[in-house]
Structures are given as structure tokens and as C-alpha cells.
């Protein structure tokens, strides 16, 4: 450990791990994934995905967005409906939610996983609540026992929104496989990526086959150029299945890897007073997808101001999302008390996580986090 490095560039919040195996199955795909091999690594991507989940069925498509669009469809969610989900998280859940003509319902997070908190979800229940969507912020499982529990007793569906959680676990299982349906996403940010893409995965054989339909346009699969719903064009591409499933191959590495950047980040920021870090709980895995830092008392420095000082130190950041609700779209979509979303909204910091990170650039990052926040 070199406690004089100094980075010679910007370290970026971000950013994968492609090595030799990617460019062998891209450079594969490219030669040879046409005509009869056109769908060849689609078909393996989705196999192996499935079985590393757990589960029966895999749909690769072309982002979480999406998977999130058409497991509401394919659950029936629509015009009427209710879904309750976490005002902290990204726009793209409400909006799938939206697009299926269904309304968003905004419950709150809990501090400790910063995920879904059940107690708020039996607040937002309403007669029209057809389902609930927690979500794995960073990478951290959500209460997945609780929340299926309320599901079960109000006979709701539940739909994992799994997207950056490739690898996390719950009570020893995997996130994706505890709900009706999960999306995932393998955007470029990800902890596996395919340039842009997703995956819906599922155990139940209708849903998956209504899914797998509307992803082509509602085609039916036995009549050529036959359809049967007004569906979308949301197929993922052989050239990104061959990176996928190259990624895949290396997701335990992967996890391994993230795991150790947010160990070197507790180390050192652990006992900093007044910040909370995303710490997983006895019952859960995080898969870390990003270390993160939440401001729990006033600093010299605003959130946004000390992100603006970590730049100048060569450090790139991300603010938390904006809750939901602060956005002219959603300012009037009901609500629960959200007082949480909107603490860590404000006040979070997703700090450089990308799988390429080393141990010096983590302690030079922490050191700057230390020194700017005992100014
Ligand atoms: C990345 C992400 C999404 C969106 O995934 P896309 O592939 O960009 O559509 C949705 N939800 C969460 C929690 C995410 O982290």
C-alpha cells in the first residue's frame, strides 16, 4: 500500500471488467452469430442466466427498463392498478409502471438497507394495490420475508426489481429468484454489462411466454408474422449475448471483486462520525454494486459541495437519486410519507465502485473523504 498515490487521471464512479473472453465471443458472435447461429448465444445467455439465479425461464432484453415494462404487462397490471414501490429510486420504475397504464403508489425506504421498508408499504396499500415492487438499492436486498408476507395476505403480486443485484443474496438465495418476476440490467454501469440490456426471469411458464411475446410484438409463436397483442420491439442482440454470457462466466469474480472495494472503503470510512455506508445486514449479500456514503449530520460541505471538491481532487461521484416525487411528473402521485427518500436523495454519495478499482485508489478517495469532511 502506497499512501503517497496520487491518480494521474479521474477515477470514475463506474466502469467494467472486459477481458479476453468478451472479445473472443463479440469476435465470435460477429464472424458467425447470423442466419441459423443468429440467435446462439441469446439462447445460452439465457440458460446460464437462469440456472445462475435459480429459476426456470430467463427473457434477455434490451435494458431493466424493460424487463420492468413487461413484467407488469405480463402480470396483467394495468389501467386501475396500483403498484407500490420506493420513491427513492431510479425514474425508470415508475415510469414502466406508467407506460403499463397502471399508477406508481411512493412508500419509503428504511435506513438500514435503504431499501423498500415494509412498515410503509402497509400504508400505501389501498383497494386497488395489485403489486409491490422493492427494489435492491446498490446491490443491498431489500426485506424480501416482510414484504412477501404483506403480499401474500393482501393478494398481491411481487416484482423484484433485481437490476443492479446480479450476485446479491438473500438469506442465502438469489436476488431475482424471491418474487413473481425480477428484472435485471446489464447497462454499461452495471456490475455485468452488455452496452445496454436486461433480463426478466421468472419460475411461472404463462408470464414468460406472454413476456417473450410482447417483446416481439405481440407475435404468436407458432404462425409466422402472426400477432395477437400490440406489443414493443425490446430483443436484446446476439453480438450483446455473446458479451453477457462471457460476463457471466465471470460474475463470481466480479462479486468477489466489489465485495473487497466496499471492504477497503469500511475500513477506512467506518468510523468516520456522522456518515451511514451501505453496510449489508447478518440476513443478506450485497453484491456492492456501488459504495456509498450517506451525510447524517451537517458538514462544512453540502452533498453537492463536496462532490464538487472530490472533482477537484480528481474523484468522480454520483449524487443518490432524486426521490421520485421531487419531479414535476410525479409531484402529485400519491404517497406515503417518504421523509427517508428524500433524507438520502439530498444527502448520498455513490462513491468510485468500478470492478477496476485498487486498493490505493480506494484509500486515496477515502482520505479525501476523510480530510474534506473534518474541515
Ligand atoms: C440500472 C437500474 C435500472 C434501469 O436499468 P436500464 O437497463 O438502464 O433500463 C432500474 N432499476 C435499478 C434499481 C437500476 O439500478
Known amino acids: ?20 473472453k468478451e472479445i473472443k465471443y463479440g469476435l465470435d458472435a460477429i464472424e458467425n452469430g447470423w442466419n441459423e447461429n443468429y ?13 445462475y439465479i435459480g429459476v426456470k425461464y430467463a427473457l434477455s432484453v434490451t435494458s431493466g427498463t424493460a424487463a420492468l415494462h413487461l413484467a407488469m404487462l405480463s402480470l396483467g397490471i394495468g389501467p386501475g392498478d396500483e403498484v407500490i414501490m420506493p420513491d427513492q429510486t431510479f425514474i425508470s420504475i415508475a415510469n414502466a ?3 403499463a397504464g397502471a399508477t406508481p403508489v411512493f412508500a419509503d425506504i428504511e435506513m438500514d438497507t435503504w431499501c423498500l421498508d415494509p412498515e410503509s408499504v402497509k ?24 414484504i412477501r408476507k404483506i403480499a401474500r395476505d393482501h393478494g398481491l403480486f411481487v416484482v423484484e426489481d433485481a437490476c443492479p443485484a446480479v450476485g446479491s443474496l438473500y438469506k442465502g438465495k438469489r436476488a431475482g429468484s424471491l418474487s413473481d418476476i425480477a428484472a435485471f440490467s446489464f447497462q454499461g454501469a452495471k456490475i455485468m454489462v452488455t452496452g445496454e440490456g436486461g433480463m426478466l426471469v421468472t419460475n411461472n411458464k404463462k408470464w414468460y411466454e406472454k413476456a417473450a411475446s410482447l ?6 409463436p407458432k404462425k409466422t408474422f402472426w400477432h395477437n397483442d400490440m406489443g414493443f420491439m425490446y430483443r436484446m442482440s446476439n453480438l450483446q449475448a455473446a458479451i453477457g454470457l462471457a460476463q457471466l462466466e465471470n460474475i463470481d469474480s466480479f462479486v468477489k471483486k466489489k ?14 462520525d456522522g456518515i451511514l455506508l451501505n453496510d449489508e445486514n447478518d440476513w443478506s449479500e450485497s453484491n456492492y454494486w456501488m459504495c456509498s456514503i450517506i451525510l447524517m449530520k451537517k458538514f462544512k460541505y453540502s452533498r453537492d459541495q463536496l462532490r464538487a471538491e472530490l472533482l477537484k481532487r480528481l474523484i468522480d461521484t454520483r449524487p443518490f437519486f432524486y426521490p421520485i416525487t421531487m419531479f414535476d411528473m410525479y409531484k402529485n ?4 410519507d417518504t421523509k ?7 444527502n448520498g454519495i455513490n462513491l468510485p465502485s468500478g470492478i477496476n478499482l485498487t486498493q490505493d485508489e480506494v484509500n486515496y478517495i477515502s482520505n479525501q473523504v476523510i480530510d474534506l469532511l473534518s474541515a
Open 259 to 272: 465485495r473487497q472495494i466496499f471492504h477497503w472503503y469500511k475500513k477506512r470510512l467506518e468510523k468516520v
Open 123 to 146: 400504508k400505501a396499500i389501498s383497494k386497488k394495490t395489485k403489486a409491490i415492487l422493492p427494489i435492491y438499492t446498490y446491490g443491498q436486498p431489500p426485506r424480501m420475508n416482510e
Open 340 to 346: 427517508n427518500s428524500y433524507h438520502t436523495g439530498l
Open 1 to 20: 500500500m502506497n499512501s503517497s498515490y496520487k491518480p494521474k487521471k479521474i477515477i470514475l464512479t463506474a466502469g467494467p471488467s472486459i477481458g479476453k
Open 39 to 51: 440467435a446462439d448465444y441469446l439462447i445460452k445467455f439465457e440458460n446460464e442466466f437462469a440456472k
Open 215 to 220: 417483446r416481439t410484438h405481440g407475435r404468436d
Open 97 to 99: 409502471i406508467v407506460w
Open 333 to 336: 402521485a400519491k404517497k406515503v
